[in-house]
């Protein structure tokens, strides 16, 4: 079946521009969760839905960070006025119940955002 | 002091050698932990569940020292295909199943 997918999968930004990274978790997983990888780093957590709720955003580095899930299954990360600190590959996953530890997340392949 | 640490190698060892890969978490109420697996450029996958009585699956062996907050992955009878990053992975207790991933180690095994 299909797996988690994100777009686009390479984004390439002149510091000060605004990006939008989509995320199509598997269908009918409750939960959905963003992190950001630097190279050579293991992700770091950056949000948590569940359904629409966003639960956590503590991860968030900055109020330039927000995300969205209005409908409960597709995922919006917006970076606005994207630095160069940003550049890293955000990483989306989706496991199959809600707010409970030990469920399996698989994630999708990523978006590189580079910015210039 | 990171949440999760490891040993980010590389570790560089001939086929057919065993290799013990440890991580140590901060939280001592943590409940759930991972070890995943992280190919170049793509995405990380779920190598296994790591239970407090030790987990065996095939040629990986995974132990839990919950008094020394310590886990560790050995892989026996390296193949060429077990070259990738290792993360360790620890689920902190009421957090709504967030995942904390160490740096990762970089095995790469030789022929």
């Known amino acids: 079946g299909a797996g988690v997918s994100q777009s686009p999968r390479y984004k390439v930004a002149k510091r000060g521009q605004d990006v939008a990274l989509r995320c199509d978790p598997i269908s009918g997983h409750v939960s959905l969760f963003w992190y950001q990888q630097a190279l050579g780093q293991g992700p770091e957590f950056l949000t948590y839905f569940q359904n629409e709720a966003q639960l956590d955003k503590s991860g968030l580095p900055s109020d330039r960070f927000f995300a969205e899930r209005p409908e409960g299954s597709v995922s919006t990360l917006k970076i606005q006025r994207t630095q160069q600190e940003d550049s890293a590959v955000y990483l989306c996953a989706s496991s199959q119940r809600g707010a409970a530890t030990g469920n399996e997340q698989f994630f999708g392949p990523g978006t590189r955002l580079t910015v210039l | 002091r990171k949440e999760v640490e490891q040993d980010p190698g590389p570790f560089n060892v001939p086929e057919g050698a065993t290799v013990a890969f440890n991580c140590t978490y901060s939280n001592s109420a943590s409940q759930s932990f991972f070890w995943y697996r992280q190919d170049c450029r793509k995405e990380p996958k779920l190598l296994m569940s790591?239970?407090?009585s030790g987990n065996e699956d095939g040629r990986f062996t995974a132990q839990l020292n919950r008094a020394s907050q310590y886990i560790s992955l050995l892989i026996r009878d390296s193949k060429l295909s077990d070259s990738a990053t290792y993360l360790c992975v620890v689920n902190p207790p009421n957090q709504g199943g967030k995942l904390i991933f160490g740096q990762g180690t970089e095995l790469s095994v030789k022929p």
């Open positions: 790591v239970y407090s």
